[in-house]
């Protein structure tokens, strides 16, 4: 059996970017680790979840190890730097924040578990972090520095494939399956990667209802009114069953990891 180290910036990017991906591998026997580099301590909770007194960051922690275990993973991590806020925000300069790490000392951090654990796969997210937000972007410059200096096999981005959810909006509203009152998500040339970026993809749409489940186990950034909750189950399956990621360079086929070659599947041949 395989192991698939997964690494992000904060609690619920794992469930959301990538916990069909973890699901499926972690069904299949895989060994799954989380490693997180932040505790999302300055993102605002959803209203009435914390109790009085309750810290942020130590409610997302817990939630962290309930979506591991939702998803199958038996190990998780943090490095311990703290939230950097969005681009531009003042908290990106504050001390001991990920974006402001020294990366070839964050490096260090995260590859002391990857040689602990020797994955097959490191996830990581792709340049822009997915969005443009500074701890996603240090997520991929962290990782791929840890990947060379412990000698990943492969390194597998996560990113959102623009073109797909393009697609999916444009069928869903011409075939009227939107649900009544709902707008179409705006199109914004910095969301994710266009599809002639993208390598694989990884078919998760039997694994939705532990993805959605990871994603309600971090109730308090992820409630029940949110966009991605409240769509509807057939609409959330296929937006959400497919995860996609940037391979760079693709493994030889003669020597790639046996769990790479099962779970990612090539978008072009």
Known sequence: MGTIVSFHAHPDDESISSGGTLARAAAAGHRVVLVFATRGELDAAVPGVLEPGEQLSV???????????????????????TDSGPMGAPS?????????????????????????EEPDILTTYDDNGGYGRPDHIQVHRVGARAAELSAVPVVA?????????????????????????????????????????????VDAVDFVDQKRASMRAHASQIGPE???????????????????FIVD??????SAPEVFEELFTPLRR
């Not at 509203?173 to 599809?195: D, N, S």
């Open 249 to 254: 360079p693709v493994p030889n086929p003669a």
């Open 157 to 201: 981005q996560v990113t959102i494939n623009r073109d797909w959810m393009t697609r999916g909006v444009r069928g869903v509203t011409e075939a009227g399956q939107a649900p009544e009152g709902w707008e179409a998500p705006r199109e914004v040339p910095t969301f994710g990667k266009p599809e002639s970026e993208i390598t694989h993809r």
């Open 92 to 116: 990106n300069d504050a001390p001991y924040s990920f974006w402001r790490a020294n990366v070839e000392h964050a490096a260090k951090l995260l590859a002391v578990i990857l040689d602990e």
């Open 226 to 244: 949110h966009v991605l909750l409240a769509m509807p189950e057939p609409m959330f399956a296929m937006g959400m069953g497919v995860e996609f």
């Open 59 to 81: 409610r997302r922690t817990a939630e962290s190890y309930a979506s591991a275990a939702v998803l199958g993973a038996q190990r998780v991590e943090f490095l311990g730097y």
